[in-house]
């Protein structure tokens, strides 16, 4: 059971490229979710998916556009890189944003944009 | 204020001894309650997670909620090497997830 799956994982991008984190479940999770993590900051919130067909925004939305293609696979996409852009991305799912139902988390995408 | 606060250590405790984690926050409309444990380098991964005031065990593991006080705390019985780590409390206000910063916990051999 391979939980949930990110790619790739590590990441060198140049300012002003554009590139998508894939993400896919095999939980049979209604929500997923995309975080950062930055030293000393914690998970931050970037996108959101309650359920397939909706996606929302987080705590830090800027220069980050999300699909969430069916319901097992949820993409992450900077259309135009920048060094802020610059930490660990963590997918997530679970069974019910509105629920008690824990995240599920990918193995992570470390991204450094120069 | 911060929504949910955790010291963010290090936290340095003996191998054996009770390590105690806790982590405050500010909304009382909050509902549920989790830990996720961190190695360097790793993902998050649930350890705990409790809903009701009072204590929940789980092997070496107890988590506890006094949502009056506005606090949750996790510990650690006979902790281990393997122990050390980031904590994490999370917290679902409003259908949203938030995470504190972490606990940075060492285990001293």
């Known amino acids: 059971n391979a939980g949930v799956t990110q790619t790739p994982k590590f990441q060198v991008l140049k300012t002003g490229q554009s590139m998508t984190l894939q993400c896919a479940q095999d939980?049979?999770?209604?929500?997923m979710y995309w975080y950062r993590q930055d030293p000393g900051m914690g998970l931050r919130l970037i996108y959101y998916?309650?359920?397939?067909?909706?996606?929302d925004k987080g705590e830090v939305p800027n220069g980050y556009n999300v699909s969430r293609l069916n319901k097992r696979e949820f993409s992450l996409r900077l259309e135009s890189a920048a060094p802020s852009q610059t930490s660990v991305y963590f997918c997530?799912?679970?069974?019910?944003?509105?629920?008690?139902?824990?995240?599920?988390f990918g193995n992570g995408t470390r991204l450094t944009v120069t | 204020q911060k929504e949910v606060e955790q010291n963010s250590g290090p936290l340095s405790v003996p191998e054996g001894a009770i390590a105690s984690l806790n982590c405050t926050y500010s909304?009382?409309?909050?509902?549920?309650f989790f830990w996720y444990r961190q190695y360097s380098g790793k993902s998050p991964e649930l350890i705990m997670s409790?809903?009701?005031?009072g204590d929940k065990e789980d092997g070496r593991f107890t988590a506890q909620l006094n949502k009056a006080s506005q606090y949750v705390s996790l510990l650690i019985r006979d902790s281990q090497p393997s122990d050390s780590a980031t904590y994490l409390c999370?917290?679902?206000?409003?259908?949203?997830?938030?995470f504190g910063k972490g606990t940075r916990l060492h285990i001293l051999p």
């Open positions: 997530a799912s679970s069974w019910d944003r509105a629920s008690n139902s824990p995240l599920h």
């Open positions: 939980m049979n999770h209604n929500s």
């Open positions: 998916s309650a359920s397939e067909g909706t996606t």
């Open positions: 909304d009382r409309g909050s509902q549920s």
């Open positions: 409790i809903y009701s005031n």
């Open positions: 999370a917290v679902i206000r409003d259908d949203k997830i938030i």
